[in-house]
């Protein structure tokens, strides 16, 4: 006999009939559960069914309690509802007692009661998902919501790279609509010198699981149009396993622009400082060499004590001609065109080591030239932090040191002087604040950054890195 | 209804040390629920409770009180369930409160569930010292 044959007849009404049915049905289990049901662990089976045999004399509370402890260690081994169902079903068939209706029908109750007992933590169970799934509806919502409104493009991509999902400025960014972008690939809208971009960002989402890697791309968007955009991707991860990536994409033109102009006016200015220099060295030199010439020849025409006094003037003209082609070589110092920043920041060492009486030393490497916007930029860098060094910094000794890495040229030039407040300094716009400024826009003109590390009595640390063109 | 259970009824107390004495005070739920007039649901949510709430006093415990008192006299009637114990206490509410569903595994029984199935819930515990639970349910 089955439990779905004894519900029917009780919802029918049919009670009478039972000893009937009681008689004719074979005792077999049906299952329910899509699980076998010898999945319910033996031990909790056999207090199941000791549970339902008992009830036989009626369910009091010291069995329903029973069974309520019963239905708590199942749910507790992961037992579903459909799982504890099929156990019933199939051992209602073995325990109903030999009898007729009269015996039947009241423990057909108790086993009910039984039954609704051991689903009842279940039930807690479920109440606190249903809690649960509308916080995380509503949290979703929320999420979603921000997602929608951001000003940022924010897309998600699958392993494959098809986009799975894009906000509202992604769809403006790219000028396609969701529903054609969610049919497309990510490389299909990213400017073909990136061909492995997908490829790379799994490679480094696996790589560095929980970081945030940030790429300049250009985006080719619907119309055509390039848009160079700034993605900063993470990894999406189920468990373990990489499922897919989320990016957030921002639109960089107006920075790139700002950018080139700053390249440009910067480019301009060393142009301009290199016709003063020239002018300077040949000009000003030429001028000083025949001042020398008509010095000599006054000299030839004066007496021995006389002519002594024009040697001193000679020696103060030797100083001017040191002086002016130092300072021309500062202007624009052709060995940094020469030979590199290395050893035009040595020589630059040298002469503020001199003026200011502290200890310089230039080490490390930049593994070979670089552009020359960036040797020059990182070349302006280093000269106004020692300047900064020489002027303010009351320090014994300073350091200026390069690295090369894959990617990066990092510099960096520090000293053990009386340190300051970096923040009030920022906020002042006095000549300090400028130069810190002003070496933050050279670097940034070729992409590079700028961080300052001083505290009062700490020294100072002026830390800079260029991102190199592969 | 004959026998029902007058909201002016007098609180029902029983001392919580065994098995025992929680099939009597699940006994009493039952008996004082179907006094007044909750639905098969709500009793068995009463029920419900009041084991969770029996059975944390002799897990943590060891031993402790339960009453139950019929309320809302003149109103729509309730039964607010009390337990009380001077076991360790819990050093951190906010946290035996909290639904691990999906973070911690667990399965939201316990004090969290009781909170659930409750209309009102109040906790008071010092570690140490008394821990007092506090629920009440109106009739649906």
Redesign the interface.
């Known amino acids: 006999m089955t439990a779905a044959t004894q519900l029917l007849a009780r919802l029918t009404g049919h009670v009478h009939s039972w000893s009937a049915i009681a008689a004719r049905a074979p005792r077999v289990a049906m299952p329910l559960s899509p699980k076998d049901p010898t999945t319910v662990p033996t031990r909790l089976a056999d207090q199941y069914e000791s549970l339902l045999r008992e009830c036989a004399t009626g369910a009091d509370e010291v069995l329903l309690h029973a069974a309520y402890e019963l239905g708590r260690q199942m749910l507790s081994t992961r037992l579903g509802v459909l799982d504890v169902v099929a156990l019933h079903t199939r051992l209602m068939g073995d325990t109903v007692p030999d009898g007729g209706a009269d015996e039947i029908v009241p423990w057909l109750h108790a086993a009910d009661l039984i039954l609704l007992e051991v689903l009842t933590p279940f039930e807690m169970t479920h109440r606190g998902f249903r809690t649960a799934n509308a916080a995380l509806r509503a949290s979703e919502e929320r999420y979603r919501e921000l997602m929608e409104n951001a000003n940022d493009a924010i897309f998600t991509v699958d392993l494959d790279g098809r986009l799975t999902s894009l906000n509202r400025a992604g769809e403006r960014l790219i000028g396609y609509s969701r529903r054609d972008a969610l049919q497309m690939r990510l490389d299909a809208i990213i400017a073909p010198e990136h061909p492995d971009l997908v490829r790379t960002l799994h490679r480094h989402a696996l790589d560095l699981p929980h970081e945030r890697m940030r790429y300049q791309v250009d985006v080719l968007a619907s119309d055509g149009r390039r848009i160079p955009v700034e993605i900063s991707a993470r990894g999406i991860f189920e468990g373990d396993a990489l499922v897919g990536l989320q990016g957030i994409a921002r639109d960089v033109t107006d920075r790139r622009n700002a950018e080139t102009a700053l390249r440009h006016l910067n480019r301009h200015l060393e142009q301009k400082a290199k016709r003063i220099a020239h002018a300077l060295h040949d000009e000003a030199g030429q001028l000083l060499a025949s001042v020398y010439l008509r010095v000599a020849e006054i000299a030839d025409e004066l007496s021995p004590p006389a002519r002594r006094s024009v040697e001193d003037l000679r020696t103060l003209l030797d100083q001017v001609d040191d002086q002016i082609r130092r300072l021309a070589h500062e202007l624009r110092p052709t060995i940094l065109d020469d030979l590199g920043l290395v050893p035009a920041c040595q020589f630059l060492a040298e002469g503020v080591s001199k003026r200011a009486r502290l200890t310089i030393t230039v080490g490390g490497s930049t593994g070979g030239r670089l552009h020359s916007d960036v040797e020059t930029a990182l070349y302006r860098v280093a000269q106004e932090a020692l300047t900064n060094v020489a002027r303010h910094a009351h320090a014994a000794s300073a350091a200026v040191s390069f690295e090369r890495t894959d990617r990066v040229l990092k510099g960096c030039v520090r000293d053990d002087g009386v340190g300051f407040d970096v923040q009030a300094v920022l906020q002042r716009t006095g000549h300090r604040g400028l130069g810190l400024i002003g070496m933050r826009e050279r670097l940034v003109a070729v992409g590079g950054q700028l961080h300052v590390r001083s505290a009062p009595g700490e020294g100072t640390a002026i830390e800079f890195d260029v991102p190199l063109e592969s | 209804m004959s026998g029902r259970t007058g909201p002016d009824a007098a609180p029902w107390t029983i001392h919580v040390d065994s098995?025992a004495a929680?099939?009597?005070a699940?006994?009493q739920g039952?008996h004082l629920a179907h006094g007044l007039g909750f639905g098969a649901a709500q009793v068995?949510t009463v029920?419900?409770v009041i084991?969770e709430l029996t059975r944390n006093i002799l897990l943590y415990a060891g031993e402790g009180d339960l009453t139950l008192t019929t309320i809302g006299a003149g109103r729509r009637p309730g039964l607010e369930i009390t337990a009380s114990d001077h076991g360790p206490g819990i050093a951190n509410l906010t946290e035996a409160l909290a639904?691990g569903?999906?973070t911690s595994g667990r399965?939201?029984?316990g004090l969290?569930?009781v909170k659930?199935?409750m209309d009102e819930f109040d906790i008071t515990s010092t570690p140490g010292c008394l821990t007092t639970v506090t629920t009440r349910t109106w009739r649906k």
């Open positions: 098995d929680i099939v009597a699940r006994r039952r068995a029920v419900t084991t639904d569903f999906s399965l939201g029984l969290p569930g659930r199935l």
